[in-house]
């Protein structure tokens, strides 16, 4: 029953302020289950718009991937999709001083052109580069995270063995939020799993999960 409630929420949800998206101004919730849900259906991200967007269209697929983490995780699904419709319809806008850049695997990013290039077919070389660089300068078990919607040098540093944002890997690579499951009052990271200790009034820890 809640999931055809969802359905039919993000059906009839409404943009309140049509415009491009700003990756960097995405909630958090949502791209976190955007990133899951792109690679469900086989896309990088959820900036690869010529996957999530076929022919301009807000892809089905890819939105009922997503329905199922935005609904665990109390996610806003009337934003969720304000913000699908509005990357379809008007693609992403980089804020100044960065600018859009169209990868040759289809995927749009945000750079820096005083220090970078959005050369077709070299982008994704020198991203490969810039993790290999981050990487090395990251300390014993942490590892370089590619920064939502940063430039091909966008990179930090993360224990994602114990960072409750980022448990169990990158941001981008499927690592989860801990904070943002559903229910839970007091949750930590650990070995790369998210343990929740407590959970909101009203509700009961069942199997690692607040029900």
Request: proline share 3%.
């Amino acid at each position: 029953m809640r999931f055809s409630v969802a359905l039919a929420t993000l059906a009839f949800a409404v943009s309140v302020k049509a415009q491009a998206v700003d990756p960097n101004q995405i909630d958090t919730c949502i791209r976190d289950c955007s990133i899951e849900a792109s690679k469900k259906v086989g896309c990088i991200s959820p900036l690869h718009l010529s996957c999530i967007c076929p022919n301009g269209q807000s892809n089905a697929q890819f939105q009922g991937a997503a329905v199922g983490c935005l609904l665990k995780n109390g996610c806003n699904l009337s934003n969720a999709l304000a913000t699908n419709s509005n990357l379809c319809k008007y693609g992403v806008d980089c804020v100044a001083p960065y600018k859009n850049c169209e990868t040759s695997s289809g995927e749009t990013i945000c750079i820096d052109p005083s220090i970078q290039t959005c050369a077709s077919g070299s982008v994704i070389n020198l991203q490969r580069r810039a993790l290999a660089v981050a990487n090395a300068g990251c300390t014993p078990g942490q590892e370089a995270c590619r920064v939502f919607g940063g430039g091909l040098f966008a990179y930090e540093c993360i224990d994602t063995q114990s960072n409750i944002e980022s448990c169990g890997g990158c941001p981008m690579d499927g690592g989860q939020d801990c904070t943002s499951i559903f229910g839970a009052t007091s949750v930590e990271c650990k070995q790369g799993k998210c343990i929740v200790s407590e959970c909101e009034k009203g509700l009961a820890l069942v199997s690692g999960r607040c029900k």
